[in-house]
């Protein structure tokens, strides 16, 4: 079972983009789907969270309202629609799925935001 992301890019500050995650693989829909994002020198940071069933999701309170994660069970793809982006946005985003006793990690897409 793999990730794999898809989406990112270059893009002017206030721009948008929407990142894919993909799973090859059975049973997508059972695993929880997270988005982290690592920028040069910092720690990973988790940014969005979603449930199995897509009724539940997180946000890091500096992308809320300006992130939103979704997920499509049947096409075994979750997505992350980011809008107003910022400079500060910009770092490696990993999509992370997650059930008891696995969690499998994508090889991360790079957005960045820059005039």
């Known amino acids: 079972v793999e990730l794999v992301e898809s989406g990112g890019g270059l893009v002017q500050p206030g721009g948008s983009l929407r990142l894919s995650c993909g799973i090859s693989?059975?049973?997508?829909?059972?695993?929880?789907i997270r988005w982290f994002r690592q920028a040069p020198g910092k720690e990973r940071e988790l940014i969005a969270g979603i449930d199995r069933a897509g009724d539940g999701e997180i946000y890091l309170p500096s992308v809320q309202g300006r992130f939103t994660i979704s997920r499509d069970n049947a096409k075994n793809t979750a997505y992350l629609q980011m809008n107003n982006l910022k400079i500060e946005d910009t770092a490696a985003y990993h999509c992370n799925a997650r059930r008891p006793r696995s969690e499998i990690w994508g090889q991360g897409t790079q957005v960045t935001v820059s005039s």
């Open positions: 693989g059975y049973g997508f829909s059972t695993y929880e």
